[in-house]
């Protein structure tokens, strides 16, 4: 997982909005389970030839297990896009910052869908820039159509590395490769949480992933991409 970069300080005392960071939602209402989608535009004279990450602050209804912030990785043009799992029922909120300036807020309401058999998966891990040596725990929730909490479900762990590069002691050679890392099970809130040591640098991926059953459809988690400095 990455080392300490120089990210904003998202406590500092805010800007007004600037029409230089533009923030566009895909939708208004989406599912719980299902994806909120964001697409949004760096104004060219805030970067150089190449844009650095967008920061994107979430604030996500009470009871969700979301990141507070995020990063959008632009294209040289300076668009991104970002897509977060709307785990639990409310009103979305989102902002992009990039380089002290903020976006104006977007917000989307997630609600109860017609299908209590599907699923949303979560995750998220700490510290998010470890060092080789360190141990980070990841934490997240599996949920049902109304956001409530899916007790005693396994959920799998997965890992990818590339070229070199691991948490839990893997390496494939200098190939990408998906492989399981371990299982745990949820608790009585829907809740899970696994803990893995940094054993050497480079880049890893990790999701989790519930493969679903009679009751209740599959889902994954978002992907986290960590990079191990010494």
């Known amino acids: 997982?990455?080392?300490?970069?120089?990210?904003?300080?998202?406590?500092?005392?805010?800007?007004?909005?600037?029409?230089?960071?533009?923030?566009?939602?895909?939708?208004?209402?989406?599912?719980?389970?299902?994806?909120?989608?964001?697409?949004?535009?760096?104004?060219?004279?805030?970067?150089?030839t190449q844009p650095s990450d967008v920061i994107i602050l979430i604030s996500a209804p009470p009871g969700s297990h979301a990141n507070t912030f995020m990063l959008a990785k632009p294209?040289?043009?300076?668009?991104?896009?970002?897509?977060?799992?709307?785990?639990?029922?409310?009103?979305?909120?989102?902002?992009?910052l990039y380089s002290?300036?903020?976006?104006?807020?977007?917000s989307v309401l997630a609600i109860p869908g017609d299908e209590p058999k599907k699923t949303a998966l979560t995750m998220s891990g700490w510290p998010t820039f470890p060092k080789v040596g360190e141990s980070v725990t990841f934490k997240g929730r599996l949920t049902d159509g109304e956001g409530k909490g899916i007790p005693h479900k396994p959920i799998i762990y997965r890992i990818a590395s590339s070229p070199v590069g691991c948490l839990g002691?893997?390496?494939?050679?200098?190939?990408?490769?998906?492989?399981?890392?371990?299982?745990?099970?949820?608790?009585?809130?829907?809740?899970y949480e696994f803990t893995?040591?940094?054993?050497?640098?480079?880049?890893?991926?990790?999701?989790?992933?519930?493969?679903?059953?009679?009751?209740?459809?599959?889902?994954?988690?978002?992907v986290l991409k960590i990079t191990v400095y010494e």
């Open 169 to 191: 002691g893997c390496a494939f050679g200098g190939l990408t490769e998906w492989r399981e890392a371990g299982r745990v099970s949820t608790d009585i809130t829907g809740e």
């Open 196 to 222: 893995l040591t940094v054993v050497e640098t480079g880049s890893v991926q990790i999701e989790a992933v519930f493969s679903g059953d009679d009751g209740y459809t599959p889902s994954s988690s978002q």
């Open 100 to 106: 002290g300036i903020y976006s104006k807020k977007v």
């Open 75 to 96: 294209v040289p043009n300076g668009t991104f896009r970002y897509v977060q799992i709307a785990d639990v029922g409310g009103e979305w909120g989102f902002e992009a």
């Open 1 to 48: 997982m990455p080392c300490v970069s120089a990210l904003p300080d998202v406590s500092d005392q805010r800007n007004l909005p600037s029409d230089l960071i533009q923030l566009e939602k895909q939708q208004d209402e989406v599912i719980i389970g299902d994806h909120i989608t964001l697409t949004g535009q760096i104004d060219r004279s805030l970067y150089g």
